[in-house]
């Protein structure tokens, strides 16, 4: 993603942020080590609750280590958001970049394609492990939310997945910010179209290279005092 991509999407971060009452409650779905969540945490009011989720037990490590997450209280919830409860199988990414760094960025509940094994010859499934995982309906009632502003999703492949368990917790969302594939780079991946179609009361506001911004048409953000 280029820096005019970055600068659009923090320009949509300060609308949204600017729309919540009071209450603004966000969730980073897919954190991976945090690059995302002070810029998401910093277009909103200040006392925003932010939740975070991360699955892969190399990148929780990294997490813990956040300073910016220690000094806002960011919960890192341990768990992937999928169309279940309980416990599954998780694809850990591996091999390393041309930096020599390892790839921790691409782990899925899902398989990766011939066609992401072919674009990226030097990635790899380091390992499968098992992973608790739960569905956004779970979180949303465990919680007692009646609300949630905005949803940042990078969960590899599995959008479907956390629309199939979410449609609940959706009805009373404002935003999706999703990673989209229409080339279908992980098994049972939706293209943008599919995903829209699972999203009939949604609206495209934006679309980036490998990522989309959806509005629900029904949800009101009501300005409390």
């Not at 959008?159 to 999703?178: C, Q, S, V």
Request: proline content about 3%.
């Amino acid at each position: 993603m280029n820096k005019t991509q970055i600068n659009k999407i923090d320009e949509h971060l300060k609308m949204i942020g600017q729309q919540c009452d009071n209450n603004p409650i966000v969730l980073e779905i897919g954190a991976h080590i945090g690059q995302d969540t002070k810029r998401i945490h910093n277009n909103f009011p200040d006392n925003v609750k932010l939740f975070t989720f991360e699955p892969d037990p190399r990148n929780i490590e990294t997490l813990k280590l956040n300073t910016f997450y220690k000094e806002k209280n960011i919960p890192i919830i341990e768990k992937a958001i999928g169309d279940k409860d309980g416990v599954t199988s998780f694809h850990l990414s591996g091999g390393f970049t041309k930096q020599g760094k390892l790839f921790t960025a691409g782990s899925s509940l899902h398989s990766p394609t011939k066609i992401l094994e072919e674009l990226r010859k030097w990635r790899k499934v380091a390992a499968v492990i098992e992973i608790n995982i739960c569905t956004l309906d779970t979180f949303f009632d465990e919680h007692n939310l009646d609300h949630i502003d905005f949803i940042w999703a990078d969960v590899q492949g599995a959008e479907a997945d956390l629309i199939r368990g979410g449609r609940n917790a959706l009805k009373h969302t404002g935003y999706l910010f999703t990673e989209y594939c229409n080339t279908k780079h992980f098994e049972g991946q939706k293209t943008l179209d599919e995903l829209c179609i699972m999203l009939p009361d949604w609206e495209v506001i934006d679309i980036f290279s490998d990522d989309v911004l959806l509005k629900n048409k029904n949800y009101s953000f009501v300005k409390t005092t």
